[in-house]
């Protein structure tokens, strides 16, 4: 009975941890087409080369989705600095 009850606790410091990270962006510094596998190798402290080659081998086993996926990525995640994403900015409700 003391397991039921100590086990949400360990899981909701988990969780808070896991949506505290560090958020996505386009590399600017080692980026060799947009920049969206050096984001993601940085996002994950991975090195980028790894996830190019993880991509290209994706890419080639799904007979090219992972162009259109890539394409996609380059368009959705920002730059770091721009903060622009998808969506616009709030409306700070004063007339104008």
């Known amino acids: ?46 090195d980028p080369n790894i996830i190019r080659l993880i991509w290209a081998a994706v890419t080639v086993l799904s007979f090219g989705l992972g162009i259109i996926v890539y394409i996609l990525a380059w368009i959705l995640i920002p730059e770091p600095g721009s903060d622009d994403g998808i969506l616009p900015p709030a409306d700070s409700g004063e007339p104008g």
């Open 1 to 46: 009975m003391i397991r039921a009850s100590i086990l949400p606790i360990i899981f909701i410091g988990q969780r808070t941890k896991f949506f505290s990270m560090k958020r996505l962006y386009r590399s600017k510094k080692d980026r060799i087409l947009g920049g969206v596998c050096a984001g993601f190798g940085e996002h994950l402290d991975v």
